[in-house]
């Protein structure tokens, strides 16, 4: 792996990522494929597991049929793992799919065929945060060295998948237009049966409420935590080194306190005024 980053459609993206991007744009959706798409480290596994519970009716034994990245493939690294792109394009319908791209280079097939997409926002602090942590283990980023020089960088944007600035909003200024429903990973966290019952909605099932209360159970921290199909830890190791911590790291709001310094915070809250003043999106975070 090149743990380098280049340019691609105005984001920065890693070069091992960036070499197949004429595939990835190309990337063939179909009608009622499900798309699931987020900014890194923002929830998206947690979400791919509760997808996959309610397009299951809740069984557990079926939703731990294989790891989620092969259950729920991403499409920017079809070229660097299992499953590829020959095993998705035979995947069965409707085929639920994981991406990290911004709105403005979401492959133009998913909105084609006005696939449904699910979109999770997560506070920026707890975001960056969690990023860091992982691109320590991600063998395809540069390495984050201090915690201040990462702060910095994902304000700029200069971070894989680019700005979560333009990110959010991307996703944020569409979602009435297009078909898009947009959650909250604090919300997830705070009243998950309520969101878990927003994300059936959209998918068209209805299940019961002794179901739903067993995908919170399934897809709690704890549970996918202890869960190898759901807690990444038989992930290629040329891509992800898991020797010093794993994947599922501690999924709170607010663990952001941690690293950020007053001085930081101060900072982080000015430049976050500026980017994000012409936007109507708030995070409910509690201080
Ligand atoms: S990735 O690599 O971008 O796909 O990562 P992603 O899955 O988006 O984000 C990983 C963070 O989500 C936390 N996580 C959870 N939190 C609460 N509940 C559940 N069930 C859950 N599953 C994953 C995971 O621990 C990472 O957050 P941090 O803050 O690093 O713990």
């Not at 990462?150 to 979560?164: A, D």
Request: hydrophobic content about 40%; proline content about 6%; overall charge positive.
């Amino acid at each position: 792996m090149q743990r380098r980053l280049t340019v691609v459609g105005g984001m920065a993206l890693a070069e091992d990522v960036a070499r197949n991007w004429e595939q990835i744009q190309n990337f063939q959706a179909r009608e009622g494929d499900v798309l699931i798409d987020t900014y890194p480290k923002s929830g998206t596994t947690w979400i791919q597991e509760i997808v996959d519970l309610i397009m299951h009716d809740g069984n557990e034994q079926v939703c731990r049929r294989a790891p989620i990245y092969e259950r729920i493939p991403f499409i920017e690294l079809l070229h660097l793992m299992k499953p590829g792109i020959e095993e998705v394009n035979m995947m069965p319908s409707p085929r639920i799919l994981k991406s990290h791209l911004p709105m403005h280079l979401v492959p133009p097939s998913f909105w084609k065929h006005n696939c449904k997409v699910i979109y999770v926002a997560r506070n920026p602090r707890d975001t960056a945060t969690s990023y860091y942590h992982f691109d320590q283990m991600l063998l395809f980023h540069p390495e984050p060295k201090s915690w201040e020089s990462f702060l910095e960088r994902f304000m700029k944007g200069v971070v894989g998948w680019g700005s979560w600035y333009d990110h959010v909003k991307g996703f944020w200024e569409q979602k009435e237009k297009l078909n898009i429903l947009y959650i909250f990973f604090e919300d997830l966290k705070k009243t998950p049966l309520q969101e878990i019952q927003k994300v059936m909605r959209f998918l068209g099932k209805n299940l019961s409420d002794e179901t739903l209360n067993n995908i919170v159970r399934l897809s709690s921290f704890t549970h996918m935590r202890a869960n190898p199909m759901a807690n990444y830890s038989d992930f290629p190791r040329e891509i992800l080194d898991q020797s010093k911590a794993g994947f599922m790291r501690k999924g709170k709001v607010g663990d952001w306190k941690t690293l950020f310094t007053i001085r930081q915070n101060e900072l982080f809250e000015e430049h976050y005024r500026r980017q994000m003043g012409d936007c109507s999106l708030t995070f409910h975070v509690p201080k």
